[in-house]
């Protein structure tokens, strides 16, 4: 029997090899999918509510300035009040009424006008969506509005930062800039996200408490720095030295030992 073969032969085997099996620790964080923020949430427009003052029993404006409608009957009014009219009139009168908060004169193109039209717009399909969430029309349309409307809203931050600001005070409206760079929400990013901050937060427990056995070690320091000092300055003086520690310095360490 040669080597090779004898060392063949005592090599283990799968079967004699022993496996050493880990429990594998229970992982304590939990991650669960964000709700994606929904078009009527304030949390997505920014819209904190605009006060109408209008009644709904009131007349359309289109029948306002006619000379006949004084000698109609009080049921043909009924009939041409807003609330027996397409919800598009109401939704002008709110446009109209938004405007003239912001606008400087009857015809103002300016782009205050704009945003004030767009939030009496976005008011609107926000009040349908609540009646009808399955509308897929009305929820397209809602948020191509958020959005034109935060990008005018940041053209104007740029141009004009005072304007800005007056126009959020006056529309009662909170700033929701797009992001600088978007990120897919992902189970796998997320976990590793939680991970991290789970493990800066052990990383700052240990330095708080290695700093708080530091502080409670301050004091037996401070004694013996001012027993050393003052050993030092008698050695020097014995040795006719002039000496380089000072008694104000051997009375600060006492203080600083007396004060902890």
């Known amino acids: 029997m040669n080597a090779f073969t004898y060392l063949v032969r005592r090599a283990p085997t799968i079967s004699n090899l022993i496996v050493r099996n880990y429990a594998p620790k229970p992982f304590t964080m939990q991650w669960v999918r964000p ?32 000379p006949e409608i004084e000698n109609c009957s009080e049921d043909v009014k009924k009939l041409l009040s807003l609330e027996f009219h397409h919800g598009k009139e109401t939704a002008r009168l709110k446009a109209s009424i938004a405007e003239e908060l912001v606008e400087n004169h009857e015809n103002d193109p300016s782009f205050e006008v704009s945003i004030a039209r767009l939030t009496a717009d976005i008011h609107y399909l926000q009040e349908h969506m609540k009646n ?19 990008k005018f809203l940041k053209k104007l931050r740029s141009w004009d930062y005072k ?3 007056w126009i959020l005070e006056k529309l009662n409206l909170v700033y929701k800039p797009q992001p600088e760079k978007h990120m897919f929400v992902t189970r796998k990013g ?44 008698e050695e020097e003086i014995f040795c006719g030295l002039e000496p380089t520690i000072t008694e104000e310095d051997i009375e600060n360490a006492k ?6």
């Open 190 to 233: 997320s976990i590793r996200l939680l991970l991290q901050m789970h493990c800066n937060e052990i990383r700052q427990e240990k330095r708080n408490a290695y700093r708080v056995e530091l502080e409670s070690q301050q004091k037996g320091f401070f004694e013996k720095k001012a027993k050393q000092l003052a050993f030092i300055r």
């Open 132 to 150: 009808n969430p399955r509308n897929r029309r009305c929820k397209v349309a809602l948020k191509e509005k958020i959005d034109k409307r935060k």
């Open 255 to 260: 203080k600083k030992a007396a004060s902890l």
């Open 163 to 165: 304007r800005f600001e």
């Open 35 to 66: 709700e994606k923020p929904s078009c009527i949430s304030t949390e997505k427009s920014g819209d904190l509510g605009l006060e109408y003052n209008f009644n709904s029993k009131e007349l359309c404006p289109i029948y306002r300035e006619l």
